[in-house]
Every structure is written in structure tokens, then in C-alpha cells.
């Protein structure tokens, strides 16, 4: 899986340093960023596939104001929300602003995997879609160019 | 203490309740008791007077038509025409066939003498000059004597008139009382020729005697009941008529006649058996004679105290009737208030249960967090470990086992952190109830299927009773069937073995009842209020977290509906479950 790019949010430093290094060793484009905001800043330069987000996180942008913004800048990228508590509604809402999954912590490694790997053929399946979408588009008018693609 | 309260509100309800009810009831009772004996004894009074009125009336009346008569025969008839028996003879005949009660008629002469007799006794030539009756009547123009036994010793009594004829002065001046005369004079000097005719007319007498009989037939008719009596006396109290109780006619009756004035007098006194009794008196016969009625007023007033016993057992029954209607309705309130206590203080205790239960589960979940964070970390140092003995260096190492066994231990133990704490934020990662359409019914079946063979193994029968009844309803089948699932696992653990379970399964108004009843030793009180509190456990180090139930409570607080317990009064625990029925809307 050395094509993904994920990003771990966690205010954990602990927890963010050691999945980051756990990622990395299975050649996994790991980025890990301790709160919100450098997430947002660090999305400005970097696409990503995955973000894994901690939803609580005290002083600053918590993991659901992040998710917001995450979704308006990358509609594409998926997030993996992580929630160290039972605040099962919070995850809930997560969900319904268009978050992949929540996990509960602690998690295993091996369950995280899964739940990337998950995360990865949704958002495959949503870009397939997307070119299909594009390349009907072309064909039936040739020489248009997508908004998208000029942002890019 | 309570039922003390109880005890003392009951018996101050009864007593307020009583005196309001009864206190009118017996003065309405007593008032009657005495106003209606009083009224009686009046209505008696007047009875007994009118009566001696009207009887002393008829009495009058009698005398006077008698008198009438013997004045028209006297004044219609010459003493010469009447001295002749056989004229006498005819005159009596039309006299008794007109007015009857005529004994005898005599013609008496100014001298005394009896000049001519019709009657039954040998009364001719005798003379009356001596006696006082022949004054009265030659002073007064008529008579009414007493009773009395005369020449012929019988009782009887006779009127007599006087008639003038032609002038003869000298008879009546000789024979006359001066004090009696002068009175009479008086009294009849009614203008300033008023008493001429005294010197200047000579008199006779026409004499009657009357039946006595027929004069105590009218007065018999006065007398009422068993105690009624009726009689005449004379102003010495001598009996004129025959009393039914107290003395034959002349003997002297046991009365004082002074006690009665004019007109009719009505006193109460000791009758001759000792009883108290009615007299009414009324004058008659120029107040000579006093009738006199007299009854005990207890005959009379057999009816009233017929009335009054009535009155008294009505009264009695009202009395009673509430007294006992008072005592049941009391009873029955506060025993009503003393459900509606026991069923406030059993929701007041519920009440600080989910409180309580609320509370613990804020301070659960800010644990929880504390706790998963940690252990979050450990966890990933430990995989990194993992991670890094997995590289070859490491894989020469000597103690490489050790180090993999230790770390799948401290693993294994986090695991086991993480399953505590994740049980306490609910067992389900998905803890909002779903909606969705569910057979309570299939539910517990499913559940008791999953269970089947550990309840076979320890030789535990699941009885069931799934009512018909039950609706599909909106709720959240997979929390539902962990609650059955916590409370048969907790059943089968609290028998042991060799025992039963019972499920049951009824609709009672908007809820499904759910109840599993269990045959195993049963709990205590501190369990009871305490086996809905996470961790509370009773089962041995490890094999229980003391989190099902709670979780179950959760659950169905979420629900809204609600899971208690109590002993099995036989033996063993009932758990209740209570599901609100949602009817599933219309797809």
C-alpha cells in the first residue's frame, strides 16, 4: 500500500509518533500533525487519502470543526475518525457530515489496516467514478477543461 | 412509625367524619323525642277536655229536652186534667214515646202531696212537704235533684216543675225557706213586677222521674280504651252514675270536686291503681253535677311510644349504617393512600436510581476517556516493538521469546483493559437505539436459542409464555436482545445448576412486559439496590464485570422504557422488563 498517503490527526503525542513510525515501516506516506489547524495547513500543500482524526482534542479546532474543513477543501479524501470515548453521538455526527468510520481507541494496528484499506477502495471507487464521469464529459464536449483540474 | 400515622389519620377521619354525621341525626332525634311527646300530651289534654265538653253538652242536653217536655206537658194540661190517672196514664204514654227515659210521672199538689202517680210504685198520697226538693222547686219554678234512694230505694233522680193555677196565695208562703226564698226572689226579680205571681197564683208540681240507666248509656259512650272512665258526681263527690273502675252510684268517690272551677278543668293526678292520669271536669246541671272524664294518658300515648320506639330504631340503623359506611370508606381511603405512599416512595426510589445511574455513567465515560487514551498509547509501543524485534538484529537475539511473550501479555492485558472499558461505554459500539420494526416475541426466542445448550448443560429448563398479544414494534432489536441476553446469562449463572427459567411474555396498556423469573437463591436487599450499578458484581474475580446490567439499564432508560427487580416471594428473582410499544410507521 505504498501508493497511500494518510494523515494522522492526534494531540496525543505519544499515540500520533508511534502509529506514524508503525505506518511508515509498512511504507505507508504517513504524516502525523498534532492539531487541527497544522492539518488544514498541512493539506494546503499535500493531497491525502486518508486522514485519521482524533475527535477530541482540547484548546484550538476540535475533530469535528477540522472534518468540516477537511471536507470542504478535499472532498475526496476520507477521514477515520478516532475517539478515545464513548461520546458516541459526536462520532454519529461525524459520520453524517460524511466521515468513513469512527474507531474507538485503543486500536489495533491490524483493525486500522483493515478499516484503511476500507477507506482507500471508497475513495478509489469515488475517483473512478469521478474520471468515467470526466472522460463522457470530454468525448461529449471536447476541449472543455475542469475546474478541478485548473485548481490543481 | 408510618403505620402509626396511618392508624391515627384513620381514627381521626372516622371521629371528625362521625361527629359531623351523627351530632344532627340525634338532635334531630332527640327533638323529636320530647317535642313529639309534648305535643302528644297536649293533643291528649285537649282531647280529654273537648271530650268532657261535649259529653257534659249532651249531658245538658239531655236534662234540658226532659225539663222542655215537662214544662209543655204542665203548661198544656189543668191540674184538674191530669190529677185523672187515666189522663196521666196517656200523657206519660206520649212523653216516653217522644223523648223516652221517663221512669214514673207524678202530680203533687201545694201541699206536698202526691195527688196523682204513674209509674211502677205505689207513690200516691204521699207527702213531700218536708222535703227539701219541694221548696226548691216551689222557690224555683223547677228542680233537678241528685241521685238518691227516696221511698222506692232505687238510685234515681227526678225533675220537677211548678205550674200556676188560679189565685191561691197562701200555699206557697208557708212552705217555703225565708233564706232560700229571699235568694230566689233576688235572682228572679228580673223587672219591679217580678214577684207577683208568687202570692197571687197557686202552684203545682208536675214530677218526673228519670231512668238513670239511659243517663249513664250517654256517659259510657265517653269512656275509651282500657283505661278510659267516665262518671258523674255531686258536688260532695257522691257518684251519680256508676264508675267503671272506682264505685258503684251513691257511694262516695275518691275526689276533691273543689279542684275543678268553671267550665272544663283538666288535671293530672294518682288514678285508683297508682297510675298517672287525665281527670277533665265540666259543671253541669246548674252546677250540681260534674261530669268527669278521666283516662291515663300512657294508653293514649301507646301510639306515640309506638312511634318513638320506631323513631329510635330507625335513628339506631341510621346510626349504625354510618358508623360502618364512616369506618369502609375511611378504610378504604387510607388504604388507598397508603398504596399511592408505597408506590410514590417505590418511584422516588427508582428516581434516585437512574439518577444515580446517570451520574455514574457521566463519571464512567470521562474514565473511559482517561483510560482508552493511555491505553491507546500502550498499545501502539507495544506494536512498535513488535515491529522493531521483527528486524534482523534482533532476530539473533537471545532473549527474542521472552521479549515477543512479554509483549502479547502486556497486549493481552490491555485487551482486557479495553473490553472493561468498552463494556462500560456500552457493549454495543453502536449505543443510539436503532429503529426498526421488531417481534419482541422472535427476539427473545432468538436469544434463548443462543443460550440452549449452555442452560442444557447445566441441567436448566427455559419455560416460556409469549403472549399473542404483543405488537410489532419500532425499537432496537440487537439492544434488545443483549438486555434478554444479560438477564438469562445472569439467571443461568444464579442457579448453578438443576433449576428452571421462566420467560414470559404480556402486554399490560402501552407497554410489552417482559418477565424472567429464575428458581435461584434469590437476592439479597443491598443487592437489590445495588445490582443495577456498574461493576457490582457477585460473581467470582474474572468471570464478571459488573457491567451487563447496568448496560441493560442504560439501554432501556434510553429506550424509555424501564428493567426492576424483585424476589421471587417462593424463591429465586423476577427480572421485569418494560418495553414502550412504538408503532412502526408505514413504509
Redesign the interface.
Known amino acids: 500500500m505504498d501508493y497511500f498517503s494518510i494523515l494522522v490527526v492526534d494531540d496525543?503525542v505519544?499515540?500520533l509518533e508511534?502509529?506514524v513510525?508503525?505506518l511508515q515501516?509498512r511504507n505507508i506516506d504517513t504524516v502525523g500533525v498534532t492539531s487541527g489547524e497544522k492539518a488544514l495547513e498541512t493539506m494546503v500543500n499535500k493531497r491525502f487519502d486518508v486522514v485519521i482524526l482524533d475527535i477530541?482534542m482540547p484548546g484550538g479546532m476540535d475533530g469535528i470543526e477540522t472534518l468540516r474543513e477537511i471536507k470542504r477543501h478535499q472532498p475526496l479524501a476520507e477521514v477515520i475518525l478516532l475517539t478515545?470515548?464513548?461520546?458516541?453521538?459526536t462520532s454519529?455526527e461525524g459520520m453524517k457530515m460524511g466521515a468513513f468510520d469512527y474507531l474507538?481507541?485503543?486500536?489495533?494496528?491490524e483493525d486500522l489496516m483493515v478499516k484503511l484499506g476500507e477507506a482507500f477502495e471508497k475513495k478509489d471507487l469515488q475517483e473512478q467514478k469521478i474520471r468515467k464521469a470526466r472522460i463522457k464529459e470530454l468525448i461529449r464536449f471536447p476541449g472543455r477543461v475542469f475546474q478541478q483540474e485548473k485548481e490543481e | 412509625m408510618k403505620e402509626r400515622l396511618y392508624r391515627s389519620l384513620q381514627q381521626k377521619s372516622i371521629a371528625l367524619t362521625l361527629v359531623v354525621s351523627l351530632a344532627p341525626l340525634l338532635i334531630l332525634g332527640a327533638t323529636l323525642y320530647h317535642q313529639f311527646e309534648n305535643t302528644c300530651r297536649e293533643k291528649t289534654r285537649e282531647q280529654i277536655s273537648y271530650r268532657a265538653q261535649a259529653q257534659a253538652e249532651a249531658i245538658d242536653l239531655f236534662l234540658k229536652e226532659r225539663t222542655a217536655i215537662l214544662n209543655a206537658m204542665a203548661d198544656t194540661h189543668t191540674f184538674q186534667h191530669m190529677i185523672d190517672t187515666q189522663n196521666l196514664t196517656r200523657i206519660f204514654e206520649v212523653m216516653n214515646a217522644r223523648a223516652g227515659a221517663f221512669v214514673d210521672l207524678g202530680i203533687i199538689d201545694n201541699t206536698g202531696t202526691h195527688r196523682a202517680y204513674v209509674g211502677p210504685y205505689d207513690l200516691r198520697g204521699r207527702n213531700y212537704i218536708d222535703q227539701p226538693w219541694f221548696n226548691e222547686v216551689m222557690i224555683k219554678g223547677h228542680y233537678k235533684s241528685d241521685v238518691y234512694m227516696g221511698f222506692r230505694q232505687q238510685p234515681h233522680f227526678i225533675i220537677a216543675v211548678r205550674r200556676h193555677e188560679n189565685q191561691q196565695a197562701w200555699i206557697l208562703r208557708a212552705t217555703i225557706d225565708p233564706n232560700r226564698l229571699e235568694e230566689i226572689i233576688r235572682s228572679a226579680r228580673i223587672g219591679r213586677t217580678g214577684d207577683a205571681y208568687l202570692v197571687n197564683q197557686q202552684a203545682w208540681i208536675l214530677r218526673a222521674t228519670i231512668d238513670p240507666n239511659r243517663l249513664e248509656e250517654i256517659i259510657r259512650s265517653a269512656r275509651i280504651g282500657r283505661t278510659g272512665d267516665a262518671y258523674l258526681v255531686n258536688r260532695q263527690g257522691v257518684f251519680q252514675t256508676r264508675s267503671r273502675f272506682e264505685g258503684a252510684v251513691l257511694s262516695k268517690a275518691n275526689l276533691d270536686t273543689r279542684q275543678f272551677g268553671g267550665r272544663i278543668t283538666v288535671i293530672e293526678m294518682k288514678d285508683h291503681t297508682g297510675e298517672d292520669c287525665l281527670y277533665a271536669g265540666s259543671w253541669l246541671n246548674d252546677n250540681k253535677w260534674l261530669l268527669v272524664i278521666n283516662q291515663q294518658p300512657l294508653e293514649l300515648l301507646s301510639r306515640l311510644f309506638a312511634l318513638r320506639q320506631m323513631e329510635m330504631v330507625i335513628i339506631t340503623l341510621g346510626v349504625l349504617g354510618i358508623v360502618a359506611t364512616t369506618i369502609f370508606t375511611t378504610r378504604l381511603v387510607i388504604n388507598r393512600l397508603k398504596r399511592t405512599d408505597l408506590e410514590m416512595i417505590e418511584l422516588n426510589a427508582q428516581l434516585v436510581q437512574s439518577d444515580k445511574l446517570a451520574a455514574l455513567g457521566k463519571m464512567a465515560a470521562g474514565v473511559a476517556h482517561e483510560i482508552n487514551n493511555p491505553l491507546a498509547v500502550i498499545l501502539q509501543k507495544t506494536g512498535w516493538m513488535e515491529d522493531l524485534l521483527e528486524e534482523e538484529d534482533f532476530q539473533n537475539c537471545e532473549n527474542l521469546d521472552e521479549f515477543q511473550k512479554s509483549i502479547a501479555k502486556i497486549e493481552e492485558h490491555v485487551e482486557r483493559a479495553r473490553k472493561v472499558v468498552h463494556n462500560m461505554l456500552g457493549y454495543a459500539r453502536r449505543m443510539e437505539p436503532r429503529q426498526e420494526d421488531v417481534d419482541v416475541n422472535d427476539t427473545i426466542q432468538q436469544t434463548i436459542t443462543l443460550l440452549e445448550n449452555h442452560a442444557r448443560i447445566n441441567n436448566i429448563d427455559i419455560q416460556i409464555d409469549l403472549a399473542d398479544s404483543i405488537p410489532i414494534i419500532a425499537s432496537d432489536q440487537a439492544q434488545l436482545q443483549q438486555v434478554f441476553l444479560n438477564l438469562l446469562n445472569n439467571a443461568i449463572d444464579a442457579i448453578g445448576s438443576n433449576g428452571s427459567i421462566d420467560v414470559v411474555s404480556l402486554r399490560e396498556d402501552d407497554r410489552i412486559v417482559v418477565r424472567i423469573k429464575d428458581d435461584g437463591p434469590g437476592l439479597s436487599d443491598e443487592m437489590i439496590r445495588k445490582i443495577f450499578d456498574p461493576f457490582y458484581t457477585t460473581k467470582e474475580p474474572g468471570k464478571g464485570t459488573g457491567l451487563g446490567l447496568w448496560v441493560s439499564h442504560s439501554i432501556m432508560a434510553k429506550m424509555g422504557g424501564n428493567i426492576h427487580v424483585k424476589n421471587n416471594p417462593d424463591r429465586g428473582a423476577i427480572f421485569t422488563v418494560e418495553i414502550p410499544i412504538v408503532i412502526p410507521e408505514k413504509k
Open positions: 496525543e505519544d499515540f508511534t502509529l513510525k508503525r515501516k477530541k478515545g470515548h464513548g461520546s458516541v453521538e454519529i474507538l481507541k485503543p486500536i489495533k494496528l
